[in-house]
């Protein structure tokens, strides 16, 4: 799974042709493989500045990654460690179409918005990509606009998985994730499960339609209580009551209440 070859023999095959974002612990760049000009986004690792626990979260993405193919989730091609920089590279197909948070801002600025076609077509996919990893007890934990990637022909693929823990055990316990995408029972640190995915993906649903979050507030107190009311602006008259019922349904308070995929 993790290469074992010499840091030189695995970096000399690609070209870094440019920096596509970065996080406190990663950049992430877009690559061209040597061998046969394959392009490729490659996620380094900052591995020295990382805990135990985080490495071994950066490892759990990569056998994540590896265990999974379908076509609304990022593909996993290969990983090695680079000693030069201390890092852990991991090799991922390249979604040439930017992602959905991208996509939002461009529609904010020219002050347009998708069409109800576009966000079932855009919801269905996550939800398809969703599945899978929900099928293998695999929670998300941090989808958000931003992880929302898309290919040039407009297919949807889930990314950016290191977060994500195989939770066999049923339930998580950690708190992570993004605070405007966070479901209430993870707010309350209670134990949560894939039901928490869901009001994430509702959440995104919202900000497709609404081009911003379902729940604001200044403060995290103010985003607290925002959640924990579950209470939402409504939507504009022109989306179908389909879709209203679906945000209704994916944005439940109780997690009991949620559906699954």
């Known amino acids: 799974m993790l290469s074992s070859k ?14 596509l974002g970065e996080g406190s612990f990663s950049e992430v760049y877009r690559v ?24 071994d979260n950066a490892l759990n993405e990569v056998r ?25 590279n991991v090799v991922m197909e390249y979604a040439d179409g930017g ?5 939002i801002n461009d529609h904010k600025k020219k002050g347009t918005e998708f069409t109800e076609k576009e966000v079932w ?10 599945k899978a990893l929900h099928d293998l007890k695999i929670c998300h934990r941090d989808i958000k606009c931003a992880n929302i990637f898309l290919t040039k022909e407009g297919v949807v693929k889930l990314g950016d998985l290191n977060v ?28 949560y499960d894939h039901r928490g995915d869901i009001w994430s993906v509702g959440c995104v649903l919202y900000e497709m339609i609404a081009k911003q979050p379902p729940f604001r507030a200044q403060t995290m107190k103010g985003l607290y209580s925002k959640v ?14 389909d879709l209203k019922l679906m945000l209704k349904s994916c944005l439940q308070v109780r997690p009991a209440e949620r559906p699954s995929c």
């Open 121 to 130: 077509h855009f919801f269905i996919q996550m939800i398809r990509g969703l």
């Open 99 to 103: 992602d959905l948070l991208m996509k």
């Open 6 to 19: 010499t840091e030189s023999a695995q970096m000399q095959n690609f070209i870094i042709e440019k920096k």
């Open 228 to 241: 924990l009311s579950g209470k939402y602006d409504p939507i504009p008259n022109h989306f179908t009551g």
């Open 164 to 191: 994500s823990k195989v939770a066999k055990g049923g339930l998580l316990r950690t708190q992570t994730g993004t605070p405007y995408y966070a479901c209430p029972e993870v707010w309350k640190d209670m134990p």
């Open 32 to 55: 061209k493989r040597k061998s046969d000009g394959a392009i490729y986004a490659m996620k380094k690792v900052k591995m020295g500045k990382l805990s135990s626990k985080e490495k």
């Open 64 to 88: 994540i990654l590896a265990s999974i193919s379908h076509p609304n989730v990022i593909g996993y091609k290969e990983a090695f460690f680079e000693d030069a920089s201390n890092s852990l």
